[in-house]
C-alpha cells in the first residue's frame, strides 16, 4: 500500500480494506527501509502517529470520520507541531519542541490527517539543493549521487520514495516547485496568503507560502482544501470564501491559452529539459489546449531583486534567534553582547548567516535606498509583466529548473551558481502568483523533469484542473524510483 495514492488510500479506508493503523504501520516501515539512505526525515514520531491512527479507526467505526481521516502524511520540519522537534534543520533549533500547532497542521489535523514525522529542509529553509541542513543532506530517491532540490527537498524525497503519500512543504522562491521538479513528484505553491503563515517559521515574510507535495494533482487538491482559509492570527492571510478545488479537475482543456515565455525557453536550459518539456505541452494540445508566445521581459531581473528582499526580511526574521528566550545557547560568555555574538554563530549555518549579512547590509542606512527600495521597485515590474502576459492566455507554462537534478557537492563552492537554478520559479513568488510543478518526463540521465505551470490570483484550480488532466493520458507521474 506504500505506493498509493492519498486518493486511492482514502477509497481503501472507506470500502474497509485496510485500517488507519494498517497503513501508518506499512508506511513507518517503509520509512525505517529507505530513510538511512535519503536522509527525508529529520523526526518520526512513531508513538504519536500509531495512537493517531486508532484515534482514526474509531472514528471510522462510529461513522463520525472527517474527510482525510486516517491518512498518513508528514509536515516538512518548519511547521510548529506540537509536543514534537520543530528544528527548521537548524542547530539553532535542534532541540525545540514547540508548544503550538501552525494553522496548516491543525487544519489538517482537525480534517483527519495523521502525522508520521517531519521532514528534512534547508537550515530556516535558505537553499536550493537541501544540503544546507544541519541534519546531513537529502539524497534523491532517483540517483542517490543527486540532490533533491531545496528547501523542501526532505519532503519532495519522501513522497517520491514512497515514505509518505503526501507532504507540507513551502515555497519562498521555488522551494516546492523545484524539488517537486527534481523528484518527479507534484507540488502546488498557492496564491501568497491563501494558506496561513502563522506558525510556519518565517524566511521572508513578503514571500513564504505554505503548500503541498503528492504524487497526483487530485492528492494535492485534497490537501489544499484543508489547508487554505483565512486566520486571523495571520497579517497577511486572505479573507475570502473557501474554495473546493477538486471542483474543476474533470475540466476538458479544450480551448485554454497556454502561454509560453520566450525568457524561459532561451540560453542556460538544457536540451533533455527543453525536450521533455515540449512533449508534455504536446500531450496538452492533444488534449485541446493551444499554446501562445509571450514575454516576461524583467525575467532577468527577479534574482537579483529576490536576492536582496528575501536576505532583508530574512536578518530581521532571524534576529529573535538571540540564546535568550529559544534556541541555541551558547555555553561561554562574558556579557549579553557575546552571548547574542556566539550563540548566532554557534547556531547558524554558512549560508544562514551569509543571507543575514547581506539583508543587513541591503538594510543599513545609506543603502536602504540603492538596493532595497530598487528591489521593490523591480518586483512591481515582475508582478507587472505576469499581468500583462496573463492578458493573452489562461496559464503559463515552462521548465521547473534549467536542468535534471545535479550531483550533490557540484555547487558547494559556488552559491551564486545554485541562486540561479531558481531562474524559472523566484518572478512568481514576488508577484504573489500560483504556480505547481507537475511531473513531465525525464532527462538524457533518466532523471526527473517538471513542467511548471503559473496562473493568475486565486487560479489554483485551473492550475490542478490542467495538471490533473495531463496526468491522465501520461504516466510520469506515477513512475517510481528504483532505488
Known amino acids: 500500500m506504500t505506493l498509493q495514492t492519498l486518493k486511492s488510500l482514502a477509497d481503501a479506508l472507506a470500502q474497509k480494506k485496510t485500517s488507519s493503523r494498517e497503513l501508518v504501520t506499512d508506511y513507518l516501515a517503509r520509512i525505517d527501509a529507505r530513510n538511512p539512505a535519503i536522509n527525508a526525515f529529520i523526526t518520526v514520531d512513531r508513538d504519536g502517529a500509531l495512537a493517531a491512527a486508532d484515534a482514526a479507526d474509531q472514528a471510522i467505526a ?3 470520520a472527517a474527510p482525510l481521516t486516517g491518512l498518513p502524511i508528514a509536515h516538512k520540519d518548519i511547521f510548529c507541531t506540537e509536543g514534537v522537534l520543530t528544528t527548521c534543520g537548524s542547530k539553532m533549533l535542534a532541540n525545540f519542541v514547540s508548544p503550538y500547532d501552525a494553522h496548516v497542521v491543525s ?3 482537525a480534517a483527519g490527517v495523521v502525522s508520521l514525522g517531519k521532514t528534512n529542509c534547508d537550515e530556516f529553509a535558505m537553499g536550493s539543493t537541501n544540503e544546507n541542513s544541519f541534519f546531513g543532506p537529502v539524497k534523491n530517491p532517483w540517483n542517490l549521487d543527486r540532490v533533491p532540490g531545496g528547501s523542501s527537498g526532505g519532503s519532495a524525497a519522501a513522497v517520491a520514495a514512497g515514505m509518505i503519500p503526501a507532504c507540507t512543504g513551502t515555497d519562498t522562491g521555488g522551494s516546492i516547485r523545484q524539488p517537486a521538479g527534481l523528484c518527479g ?5 498557492p496564491t501568497y496568503g491563501v494558506v496561513s503563515r502563522y506558525g510556519m517559521v518565517a524566511y ?3 514571500l513564504d507560502q505554505g503548500g ?10 485534497l490537501l489544499l482544501n484543508h489547508m487554505a482559509g483565512f486566520d486571523n492570527r495571520d497579517s497577511t492571510s486572505l479573507e475570502r470564501a473557501k474554495e473546493d478545488y477538486v471542483r474543476d479537475l474533470a475540466l476538458p482543456l479544450k480551448g485554454l491559452r497556454i502561454g509560453l515565455p520566450k525568457e524561459y525557453f532561451g540560453e542556460g536550459l538544457a536540451a533533455d529539459v527543453r525536450g521533455a518539456i515540449e512533449n508534455a505541452l504536446a500531450e496538452l494540445r492533444k488534449l485541446g489546449a493551444t499554446t501562445v508566445d509571450v514575454s516576461l521581459p524583467n525575467t532577468h531581473l527577479a534574482i537579483p531583486a529576490y536576492y536582496v528582499i528575501a536576505p532583508a526580511e530574512a536578518s530581521s526574521n532571524l534576529s529573535r534567534f538571540d540564546g535568550v528566550r529559544y534556541g541555541h545557547r551558547a555555553a561561554d560568555f562574558s556579557d549579553l553582547a557575546e552571548l547574542y555574538a556566539r550563540s548566532r554563530a554557534e547556531g547558524f549555518g554558512a549560508e544562514v548567516k551569509r543571507r543575514i549579512l547581506v539583508g543587513t547590509y541591503v538594510l543599513s542606512h545609506g543603502y536602504y535606498d540603492a538596493y532595497y527600495i530598487k528591489a521593490q521597485q523591480l518586483r512591481r515590474l515582475i508582478a507587472q509583466d505576469f499581468q ?3 492578458q493573452h492566455c489562461d496559464v503559463i507554462a515552462g521548465p521547473v529548473a534549467p536542468t535534471a537534478a545535479w550531483k550533490l557537492g557540484q555547487m558547494a563552492d559556488d552559491p551564486v551558481q545554485m541562486y540561479l ?3 524559472y520559479t523566484i518572478a512568481v513568488n514576488l508577484a504573489g502568483l500560483p504556480a505547481l510543478s507537475t511531473p513531465a518526463g525525464f532527462s538524457a540521465e533518466a532523471l526527473p523533469v517538471g513542467l511548471q505551470l503559473i496562473g493568475n490570483y486565486f487560479g489554483e484550480a485551473r492550475l490542478l484542473n490542467v495538471a490533473h488532466q495531463l496526468q491522465q493520458t501520461t504516466d510520469w507521474h506515477l513512475r517510481r524510483p528504483g532505488n
Open 204 to 206: 521572508a515574510s513578503s
Open 212 to 221: 503541498a507535495f503528492a504524487h497526483t494533482a487530485e492528492d494535492c487538491a
Open 185 to 189: 513528484v507534484t507540488g502546488i505553491k
Open 421 to 423: 537554478a531558481d531562474i
Open 107 to 109: 487544519q489538517l489535523k
Open 388 to 390: 500583462q502576459a496573463l
Open 62 to 64: 462510529a461513522g463520525h
